[in-house]
T-cell receptor
Framework: QQPVQSPQAVILREGEDAVINCSSS?????VHWYRQKHGEAPVFLMI?????EQKGHEKISASFNEKKQQSSLYLTASQLSYSGTYFC?????????????FGQGTTLQVKP | DAGVIQSPRHEVTEMGQEVTLRCKPI?????LFWYRQTMMRGLELLIY????????DSGMPEDRFSAKMPNASFSTLKIQPSEPRDSAVYFC????????????FGPGTRLTVT
């Protein structure tokens, strides 16, 4: 039931791009993305809802393919501040549970 | 806005002792979530409340864990008796509603049970 994230880890140079994927075996209502820096709490990045609505407040984009039950997070022109562990959290198909199941995380390291 | 407040930030206790973790959500938020994070199991939802009412506690590991939310500005997570396998970082998060709203996480409580 836990969504699967890929890759598990990625190392980039500043300015390079990265894609993080999240896939589920269950029908999804929404996908949430969070970033956690070492020793800190997870911080909200974006929500993607069934039907195409997106809510987010950072210069990071994402997509949600409902049919494939997959989401991808696109990090373009990466900055040092992008380093951290990225988690996707999935909300099941009915959309009224409030229950997020988080993936195992993708560790991103951006080097100068 | 002060954000979600958790206390204590660190707790070291001996096996068998009672542990109480505290959380103050962001004012005006109607939903509160308790998570546990470990290297082995990742970030797990333990329980969540909507308007102070527990909605889903299916993630609570066993009867040793209990959570309460007596009012809109305070929640506790209690472990009695504690065991070494309970060692983890416990996060409290709040949001404006139970679903499809961003969750704001507190700084976490790092619990070590020896």
């Amino acid at each position: 039931q836990q969504p699967v994230q890929s890759p598990q880890a990625v190392i980039l140079r500043e300015g390079e791009d990265a894609v993080i994927n999240c896939s589920s075996s269950k029908a999804l209502y929404s996908v949430h993305w969070y970033r956690q820096k070492h020793g800190e709490a997870p911080v909200f990045l974006m929500i993607l809802l069934k039907g195409g609505e997106q809510k987010g407040h950072e210069k990071i984009s994402a997509s949600f393919n409902e049919k494939k039950q997959q989401s991808s997070l696109y990090l373009t022109a990466s900055q040092l501040s992008y380093s951290g562990t990225y988690f996707c959290g999935t909300e099941k198909g009915s959309g009224n549970t409030g229950k997020l199941i988080f993936g195992q995380g993708t560790t991103l390291q951006v080097k100068p | 806005d002060a954000g979600v407040i958790q206390s204590p930030r660190h707790e070291v206790t001996e096996m068998g002792q009672e542990v109480t973790l505290r959380c103050k959500p962001i004012s005006g938020h109607n939903s509160l979530f308790w998570y546990r994070q470990t290297m082995m199991r990742g970030l797990e939802l333990l329980i969540y409340f909507n308007n102070n009412v527990p909605i889903d506690d299916s993630g609570m590991p066993e009867d040793r864990f209990s959570a309460k939310m007596p009012n809109a500005s305070f929640s506790t997570l209690k472990i009695q008796p504690s065991e070494p396998r309970d060692s983890a970082v416990y996060f409290c998060a709040s949001s404006r509603g139970p679903h499809s709203y961003e969750q704001y996480f507190g700084p976490g409580t790092r619990l070590t049970v020896t």
